[in-house]
């Protein structure tokens, strides 16, 4: 079954966007300059390979700001190569407000952190997944290593809990079928599942996917919520 997903941010988009509606990507090296300073200041391969294209601009470790337009209304792509990786990953975005951006080397998993300089935060994922003209079939949203079953009264916001401090915060999520495990032979699929009214997530949620509707790599830019509503009847996803 061919997916197809629409994409529809909500928000107030003038008709002509002025200088200050960009968005600016750099890259921080003063860690590198301290762990680096006393040898011959050239940076190692695992960091110098890692590159970015955002809206058409390549940026590295320590080439300098891109400016990018903001669009609250359009689904951004930027396009990433890790260390030995001969294939680029695409990260999905919205580049919504005009902030300044700082990415950061993962010295953990070889990956890279994005925070927002207003805050001088790391920004978490947060998701709200929802269902449209609901059905009794059984969905999972995943959020990284978390996940929540899905129906259309589903209010919760899914967050990146059950995962360590030091993983990066750009994230897999997914959305897809699913049938429950009756036994530990037939589970070979599992998610740490935030159930509702529950302190503690269920650490050991096994499951089978049935039909993957989504799987994507996603980079929040904003603390606030996003929304992933399908609709079993048409088979689509909206974003907003």
């Known amino acids: ?91 999905i975005c919205n580049i919504s407000e005009a902030k300044n951006y700082m990415f950061y080397y993962n010295e953990c998993c070889g990956a890279f952190n994005i925070q927002d300089e207003s805050t001088k935060k790391f920004i978490q994922g947060r998701i709200i997944y929802q269902l449209k003209n609901s059905d009794n079939k059984t969905y999972l949203g995943t959020l ?8 259309s009264k589903n209010t919760d916001t899914l967050n990146v809990s059950c995962r360590s401090t030091m993983s990066p915060n750009v994230y897999n999520i997914s959305f897809r079928q699913i049938e429950l495990c009756k036994d530990s032979l037939n589970c070979i699929e599992g998610t740490c599942l935030q159930e509702k009214g529950k302190d503690e997530p269920n ?3 096994g499951y089978k996917t049935v039909s993957k509707k989504m799987d994507m790599l996603f980079m929040p830019l904003k603390s606030e919520p996003t929304f992933i509503v399908y609709d079993p009847k048409t088979d689509r996803i909206k974003i907003k």
């Not at 994409?7 to 003038?14: E, H, M």
């Not at 680096?36 to 320590?62: A, C, H, S």
């Not at 080439?63 to 294939?87: C, F, H, Q, W």
């Not at 990284?144 to 129906?151: H, L, Q, R, S, Y």
């Open 1 to 91: 079954m061919k997916l197809i997903i629409n994409i529809l941010f909500l928000g107030i988009l003038t008709n002509t966007l002025v200088a200050q509606d960009y968005a600016e990507f750099r890259t921080d090296t003063t860690r590198f300059k301290r762990w680096y300073g006393k040898e011959d200041g050239k940076l190692p391969e695992r960091i110098t390979e890692q590159v970015w294209f955002i809206n058409g601009q390549e940026m590295r470790y320590g080439s300098g700001a891109i400016k990018v337009k903001v669009n609250p209304n359009k689904l951004d792509t930027i396009l990433y190569k890790g260390y030995r990786r001969k294939e680029l990953d695409t990260i």
């Open 144 to 151: 990284g290593e978390a996940g929540i079953i899905v129906n």
């Open 203 to 205: 650490w050991d949620f």
